[in-house]
């Protein structure tokens, strides 16, 4: 078996009890009595005393292995918004820290309040196979981000077996928690001891763990070895196989010029080297199963970039590859602040194009019914009441006051869609695409303005330059969280990141150009995402969910057999509705709103609630040392406006199931809209605008932009970006359908292709057996074949 999966839902299970899973348990080490409990090789044990007050004892023990490792205690289950500490040995010391995720992605050093842990001395050592860290934990009972003052708390438990990614670092960025997570429930009532202050008296602070070093401190030693220089030159080279980069880079070889696609990741099917083969059909891998797609985040093996401020794919096809399928076609209104030649008008042949590829579908199942539809109907019935309107979201994109949709997803012929299904194959048709996996892009190498080409770090340790031929271009799409730091290695962007990534060269061997040639413009300044607070309703009928993961390893076999048929549940996403709505503000924006439905527990009915177009909170990405991308400010809710048009959207789901009318009812029934936003908050997943385009060249005066209207890089011949970095601002609903126009409309603004080209026949989807090898590592290879087979993926 390929994934190990966790033991609940990476989300907090609200509406699910979970038994009480810890037993007593006295140290040998300390002689502290615990309530402890153990999974795998990890284990935590609590002791607090008879009145709880701010403080318990604690004592992780994780192991080590022969890459290291880390463990970490959630304090309140789940991963996002709950206090997490996090211990690893370093050497013989022990490095920890608190930590807090606000998205699936490296959480950030917790810094909300006065936390403390002080070690108990024979408690805490490392010995050959694992490291023991006890603990008093000062000032960590606290309802807003640990639950231990509940009657019957759930903590959560993580480990990894590699490293972090710089050992010495307690604030270091930490690798995927591979080798487990999960919850359990803790008997807080056993914890109780009348010993509990002699305890806590041992606790000393004179061995308190090190704080974070300051950005720039060399923590380890990784020069890049010298570079080869590739004998093979391409006229465009494109870095990064996300939405925006494939359809680039297609759409650019299709003009004719040789195109060079370069991907960090592995590649997300079977057909092009993907190991991820399921157990009950090894041609196909979790990301291709419609009814996988939330539940990716819960299985081994999903590639998640461990460098990005925020959750984001690391695999061809980037975030459409492991994101929830939503497909909303945006509604003109998304580019009324975008600037002359991107308005609606301006994009609409793009977005015909996209669409002919790739259209989306609120109806999957080649049957026509919607199966698992208990929620649509329960919801339906109360936003109806209130007089919202039934609308197709594919056919009515413009709708999008008091309107609620069958859910619209990216899905074709019963698979996952996305541009990473549905413009490979033609890319595959073309002589001059090639594609290179596994090989990520530190920086471009330039010549004051003047790309010259790329230079890149493969998986094997080893680097390379990757040259353009004369007249050529590198167009860049690594994500809104990842480009701006292509940019800042390449010497483009303000003096201040500039000099966090020169301070920290020693530790990623990254060399920028010399100050006299670094571009001075606002990379990572305009940075926006949807506000997204998960709301989560008890639904009296107490219905069974469906076991979406079970999916991964045993489907129920006659939900397969309707999936072999092109039918039933399995060829649907999870979501069960869209809903959007909008309010007119006091500074007279209007604000768009949307909710999407789904049931993944038992007996909860969970709205994922946003806050989209319109939304004026603007945030800031920066760099570390270490080179990971990080949230200098987090774009949710700065603006008063941008929090009463939030607060009263909760407000309204808060009323409405209310009514009497309502079988729906809020899972903690006291909580006050404040108080359901600072524990629920999380950001959207819909990053945008860390290298906006406008017409204000960001190098002079108060100029904002990073790019031109050609989506060209200010102050350069011939770099551009093509992903959701240009975005000057966000749409009503999710994001990655207009990424994909966006890109498709600068791709022809860069090679000068026209409207419709004369589109191939539509080529067969890669099978297993019709696969091309991914580039090896020296010499760029995987130039497409001519393939005219008719065949079509079959179901
Ligand atoms: C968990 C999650 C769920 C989401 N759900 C939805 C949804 O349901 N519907 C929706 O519309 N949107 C959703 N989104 C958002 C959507 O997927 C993204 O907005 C979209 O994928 C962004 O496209 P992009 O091309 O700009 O960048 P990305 O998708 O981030 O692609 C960038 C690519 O570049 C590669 N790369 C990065 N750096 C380098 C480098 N240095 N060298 C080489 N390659 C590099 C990455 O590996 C990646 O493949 C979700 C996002 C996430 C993270
Ligand atoms: C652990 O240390 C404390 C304080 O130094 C001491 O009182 C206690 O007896 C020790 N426990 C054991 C089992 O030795
Ligand atoms: C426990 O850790 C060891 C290495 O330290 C590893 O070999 C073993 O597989 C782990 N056991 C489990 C159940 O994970
Ligand atoms: C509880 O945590 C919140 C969020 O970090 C913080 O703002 C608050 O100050 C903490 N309360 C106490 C009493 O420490
Ligand atoms: C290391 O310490 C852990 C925790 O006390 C213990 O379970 C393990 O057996 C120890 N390993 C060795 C080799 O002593
Ligand atoms: C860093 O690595 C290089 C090359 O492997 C080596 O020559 C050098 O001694 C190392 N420096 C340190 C401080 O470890
Ligand atoms: C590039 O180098 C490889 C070996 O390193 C060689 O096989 C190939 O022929 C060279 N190609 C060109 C175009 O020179
Ligand atoms: C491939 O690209 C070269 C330029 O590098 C161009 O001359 C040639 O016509 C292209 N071939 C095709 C089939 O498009
Ligand atoms: C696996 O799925 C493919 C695509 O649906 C199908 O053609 C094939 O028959 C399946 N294999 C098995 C063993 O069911
Ligand atoms: C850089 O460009 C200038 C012209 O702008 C040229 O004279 C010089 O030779 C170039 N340097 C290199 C190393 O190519
Ligand atoms: C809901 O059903 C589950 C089992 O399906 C049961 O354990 C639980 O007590 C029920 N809850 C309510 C509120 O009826
Ligand atoms: C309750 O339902 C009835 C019948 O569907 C409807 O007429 C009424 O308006 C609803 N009341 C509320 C408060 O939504
Ligand atoms: C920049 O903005 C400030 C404040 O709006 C204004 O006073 C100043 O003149 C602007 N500078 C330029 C060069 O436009």
């Known amino acids: 078996m390929r994934f190990n999966l966790g033991l609940a839902s990476l989300l907090g299970l609200a509406g699910s009890a979970a038994a009480q899973q810890t037993w007593a348990f006295t140290d040998p080490n300390t002689g502290i009595d615990f309530q402890h409990y153990a999974s795998k090789n990890y284990s935590f044990s609590i002791a607090v005393p008879e009145t709880l007050g701010t403080d318990f004892i604690g004592q992780l023990v994780i192991p080590i292995t022969s890459t290291g490792g880390w463990g970490s205690v959630s304090l309140r289950g789940g991963m996002l918004n709950s206090l997490l500490l996090v211990a690893w040995a370093?050497?013989?010391?022990?490095?920890?820290?608190?930590?807090?995720?606000?998205?699936?992605?490296?959480?950030?050093?917790?810094?909300?309040?006065?936390?403390?842990?002080?070690?108990?001395?024979?408690?805490?050592?490392?010995?050959?196979?694992?490291?023991?860290?006890?603990?008093?934990?000062?000032?960590?009972?606290?309802?807003?981000?640990?639950?231990?003052?509940?009657?019957?708390?759930?903590?959560?438990?993580?480990?990894?077996a590699e490293s972090p990614t710089t050992v010495t670092d307690s604030a270091s960025a930490l690798t995927y928690h591979g080798a487990g997570f999960g919850q359990y429930g803790l008997n807080i009532a056993a914890a109780k001891s009348s010993k509990y202050a002699t305890w806590a008296a041992w606790a000393s602070?004179?061995?308190?763990?090190?704080?974070?070093?300051?950005?720039?401190?060399?923590?380890?030693?990784?020069?890049?070895?010298?570079?080869?220089?590739?004998?093979?030159?391409?006229?465009?080279?494109?870095?990064?196989?996300?939405?925006?980069?494939?359809?680039?880079?297609?759409?650019?070889?299709?003009?004719?010029?040789?195109?060079?696609?370069?991907?960090?990741?592995?590649?997300?099917?079977?057909?092009?080297?993907?190991?991820?083969?399921?157990?009950?059909?090894?041609?196909?891998?979790?990301?291709?199963?419609?009814?996988?797609?939330?539940?990716?985040?819960?299985?081994?093996?999903?590639?998640?970039?461990?460098?990005?401020?925020?959750?984001?794919?690391?695999?061809?096809?980037?975030?459409?590859?492991?994101?929830?399928?939503?497909?909303?076609?945006?509604?003109?209104?998304?580019?009324?602040?975008?600037?002359?030649?991107?308005?609606?008008?301006?994009?609409s042949e793009a977005a015909s194009r996209l669409y002919e590829r790739n259209p989306g579908t609120t109806n999957p199942s080649a049957d026509g019914k919607h199966y698992n539809d208990h929620t649509y109907q329960v919801l339906s019935q109360l936003v109806s009441a209130k007089g919202w309107s039934e609308v197709d979201s594919i056919e009515s994109p413009n709708e999008k006051h008091q309107v609620f949709s069958r859910p619209a997803w990216s899905i074709k012929d019963h698979l996952r869609a996305g541009p990473a299904r549905t413009y490979m194959p033609f890319a595959k048709e073309l002589d001059n695409f090639t594609l290179k996996l596994n090989s990520k892009v530190i920086q471009v190498n330039r010549n004051g303005s003047a790309i010259t080409g790329v230079l890149t770090l493969e998986a094997d340790g080893s680097t390379q330059?990757?040259?353009?031929?004369?007249?050529?271009?590198?167009?860049?799409?690594?994500?809104?969280?990842?480009?701006?730091?292509?940019?800042?290695?390449?010497?483009?962007?303000?003096?201040?990141?500039?000099?966090?990534?020169?301070?920290?060269?020693?530790?990623?061997?990254?060399?920028?150009?010399?100050?006299?040639?670094?571009?001075?413009?606002?990379?990572?300044?305009?940075?926006?995402?949807?506000?997204?607070?998960?709301?989560?309703?008890?639904?009296?009928?107490?219905?069974?969910?469906?076991?979406?993961?079970?999916?991964?390893?045993e489907p129920v076999e006659d939900d397969l057999d309707l999936y072999y048929q092109g039918s039933g549940v399995i060829t649907q996403a999870a979501q069960r509705m869209h809903l959007w709505t909008s309010v007119d503000s006091a500074d007279g924006r209007k604000r768009f709103l949307q909710g999407t439905a789904s049931a993944m527990s038992s007996g909860v009915i969970t709205v994922r609630t946003f806050l989209t177009h319109g939304t004026s909170t603007v945030g800031k990405l920066g760099i570390s040392a270490s080179g990971n991308t990080v949230l200098e400010t987090k774009p949710w809710l700065i603006d008063d406006n941008d929090r009463t048009a939030m607060s009263d959207f909760i407000q309204f789901w808060l009323d409405l199931t209310s009514t009497n009318n309502s079988t729906l009812t809020y899972v903690a029934p006291d909580s006050s809209v404040e108080d359901i936003i600072s524990k629920n908050l999380i950001s959207g997943d819909h990053w945008v605008g860390s290298a906006k385009m406008g017409v204000d060249d960001g190098r002079q005066g108060n100029?904002?932009?990073?790019?031109?209207?050609?989506?060209?890089?200010?102050?350069?011949?011939?770099?551009?970006?093509?992903?959701?970095?240009?975005?000057?601002?966000?749409?009503?609903?999710?994001?990655?359908?207009?990424?994909?126009?966006?890109?498709?409309?600068?791709?022809?603004?860069?090679?000068?292709?026209?409207?419709?080209?004369?589109?191939?026949?539509?080529?067969?989807?890669?099978?297993?057996?019709?696969?091309?090898?991914?580039?090896?590592?020296?010499?760029?290879?995987c130039s497409s074949k001519k393939r005219r087979s008719k065949r079509t993926f079959r179901f």
């Open 90 to 160: 370093d050497g013989e010391d022990i490095k920890t820290s608190f930590r807090m995720a606000g998205s699936y992605a490296n959480p950030d050093v917790y810094s909300g309040s006065t936390v403390n842990a002080l070690p108990i001395a024979n408690g805490t050592f490392v010995n050959s196979t694992h490291l023991a860290y006890t603990f008093l934990c000062e000032n960590c009972v606290n309802s807003t981000v640990t639950n231990l003052a509940n009657e019957t708390p759930i903590l959560g438990w993580a480990i990894s």
């Open 465 to 553: 330059i990757i040259n353009l031929k004369a007249g050529g271009k590198v167009v860049i799409a690594a994500g809104a969280l990842s480009t701006p730091r292509v940019l800042w290695n390449s010497g483009i962007g303000r003096a201040a990141d500039l000099a966090i990534v020169k301070s920290g060269s020693a530790q990623t061997g990254v060399t920028l150009p010399a100050e006299a040639d670094w571009i001075d413009l606002p990379v990572g300044h305009h940075l926006q995402d949807h506000v997204q607070v998960t709301l989560q309703f008890n639904d009296a009928s107490n219905f069974t969910a469906y076991n979406f993961k079970g999916i991964a390893t």
């Open 703 to 781: 100029g904002t932009s990073v790019v031109d209207l050609d989506t060209k890089v200010y102050g350069t011949d011939n770099l551009f970006v093509v992903d959701a970095s240009i975005h000057p601002d966000l749409p009503t609903g999710n994001t990655q359908s207009i990424i994909m126009i966006t890109a498709e409309h600068a791709a022809e603004k860069i090679s000068g292709i026209k409207s419709s080209p004369t589109t191939p026949e539509t080529p067969s989807t890669p099978t297993p057996s019709a696969s091309s090898t991914p580039a090896a590592s020296s010499a760029p290879s």
């Open 205 to 347: 602070s004179g061995t308190t763990p090190t704080p974070p070093t300051t950005p720039g401190t060399p923590g380890g030693n990784s020069t890049l070895p010298t570079p080869i220089t590739s004998n093979v030159t391409y006229d465009t080279i494109v870095v990064g196989g996300g939405p925006a980069g494939i359809i680039a880079a297609e759409r650019i070889a299709e003009s004719g010029a040789s195109v060079l696609l370069i991907e960090r990741g592995p590649a997300n099917t079977v057909a092009l080297g993907s190991s991820l083969g399921l157990p009950w059909n090894s041609s196909l891998t979790p990301y291709d199963i419609p009814s996988l797609g939330s539940s990716l985040a819960g299985l081994s093996g999903t590639t998640f970039c461990s460098d990005t401020a925020s959750t984001a794919g690391c695999l061809l096809g980037g975030s459409s590859s492991v994101n929830g399928l939503n497909f909303i076609r945006p509604p003109s209104q998304d580019w009324q602040r975008w600037p002359a030649g991107w308005q609606w008008e301006d994009v």
